[in-house]
């Protein structure tokens, strides 16, 4: 079956960084688009940053435009998320996202990132 499975958050300090995982299985990783989202205490979810299946297409979103790096390498199946100056509204729980397969959106459980003096 379709898996996602984030890593790598934690807690770390304001200017401070962190690199997440979106380790996958159980579909065609090389020939889909990913996307990061997070969902901050007490707000929506909202998107992050997306990547094209070849990775050679990047989008962000402009709240973290030139501090976040979205990633793949597609011989393991893994979308990475590299954070920089990392500030407190950047809490929250970070997930990975697929588009459509054979008609179904699959999302991570998520990881927690905390950014706190």
């Known amino acids: 079956q379709v898996q996602l499975v984030e890593s790598g958050g934690g807690l770390v300090q304001p200017g401070g960084s962190l690199r997440l995982s979106c380790a996958t299985s159980?579909?065609?990783?090389?020939?889909?688009?990913m996307r990061w989202y997070r969902r901050p205490p007490g707000r929506e979810r909202e998107w992050v940053a997306t990547?094209?299946?070849?990775?050679?297409?990047?989008n962000y979103a402009d709240s973290v435009k030139g501090r976040f790096t979205i990633s793949r390498d597609n011989a393991k199946n893994t979308v990475y998320l590299q954070m920089n100056s990392l500030k407190p509204e950047d809490t929250a729980i970070y997930s990975c996202?697929?588009?459509?397969?054979?008609?179904?959106?699959?999302w991570g459980q998520g990881t927690q990132v905390t950014v706190s003096s």
């Open positions: 996202k697929t588009d459509y397969i054979r008609g179904v959106i699959y």
């Open positions: 159980g579909f065609s990783f090389s020939g889909s688009t």
């Open positions: 990547i094209s299946s070849t990775g050679g297409s990047t």
